[in-house]
């Protein structure tokens, strides 16, 4: 009775959920107002991301599809992604495809191993209902959670690249107001020098902010914002401090550059440290195993009948 009693709990749920996606209740004027706002900053932040990857405009329709199904349940019930977008958005990815991605894993850990045990029930094994029950429940929420992992990791790295790049762009933005140039011609030839995927998001956050009239430190801001890079973010009110009270900034640039530098520094000799550990305890590991491959024949002998 038990194990009935689960089933249909783990079958209403997975219903639930399929109402929700499919068929979202109706919201009402305010949440209206502020789904719309949400869908346009993330309709800004996904044309970013198709302008710079053009094949993720190629996803299949009904990926996109069950990718906005599930955003708009999410908003429905008041759930929000938080800093996962600014991971999304550093790795090029759209909040729709994610979306899908978790779905997608979390309904085929759920289903597999039911799957699996009505084949053996089918073959005359006998399983016990709660098993799958479980192995269901535990599938689901690995499926679910594991995209968002993946993220977080890539993203982590992506993040070390963007900030490596923000020191040199800092260094270029230093030698061009050395050279006499304002502070937007230095931000706009600074970005020029390189193409790299980091530098192509800062020109292309100055050349928006250009076309909407907006400061170039307010772009950077934003872009750092959105990508979850504190150090654009303190770029951006060092630049509004020149504009505003007249501050030197480019020595305060330089000394921002070498501190990213000294970071990068610590942060690659703590990962040394963490690699050397690593193989360490995996030297430790085999010299383990050749002992116990040493002593097994002894042992065997000493502890067998006499």
Do not use: C, N
Not at 11 to 31: E, F, K, Q, T, W
Not at 95 to 122: E, M, Q
């Amino acid at each position: 009775m038990t194990g009935v009693l689960l089933a249909g709990a783990v079958a209403g749920l997975g219903l639930l959920v399929l109402v929700l996606v499919l068929a979202p209740p109706p919201a009402r004027a305010g949440s209206a107002l502020a789904r719309l706002d949400r869908e346009r900053s993330e309709g800004r932040r996904q044309a970013g991301v198709l302008r710079l990857d053009p094949r993720a405009s190629r996803a299949p329709a009904w990926e996109r599809t069950l990718g906005r199904r599930s955003a708009q349940g999410m908003a429905s019930l008041g759930l929000e992604l938080g800093s996962l977008r600014a991971d999304l958005a550093i790795l090029g990815t759209t909040t729709d495809a994610f979306l899908a991605r978790t779905v997608l894993g979390a309904t085929a850990g759920l289903v597999a191993p039911l799957l699996v045990s009505a084949v053996l029930v089918t073959l005359g094994v006998q399983v016990a209902v709660a098993v799958p029950v479980v192995l269901s429940l535990v599938a689901a929420l690995l499926g679910g959670v594991l995209p968002a992992l993946t993220v977080r990791s890539s993203a982590g790295r992506r993040r070390r690249d963007f900030r490596h790049v923000v020191g040199s762009f800092l260094d270029l933005v230093s030698m061009s107001l050395a050279g006499g140039r304002g502070v937007p011609e230095a931000l706009q030839g600074a970005s020029e020098i390189s193409d790299g995927w980091a530098m192509v998001r800062i020109r292309d956050a100055l050349v928006a902010a250009r076309l909407r009239g907006e400061t170039p430190w307010a772009a950077l801001g934003g872009l750092g914002e959105d990508l979850g890079v504190d150090e654009l973010r303190d770029l951006a009110a060092a630049l509004a401090l020149v504009a505003e009270d007249g501050a030197k900034v480019r020595d305060s640039l330089a000394a921002r550059a070498g501190s990213l530098r000294r970071r990068e520094l610590a942060e690659a000799e703590g990962r040394a440290g963490e690699s050397s550990e690593t193989m360490l305890v995996a030297q430790l590991l085999l010299a383990v195993g050749f002992l116990a491959f040493l002593l097994y024949p002894a042992i065997v002998t000493i502890m067998g009948p006499q």
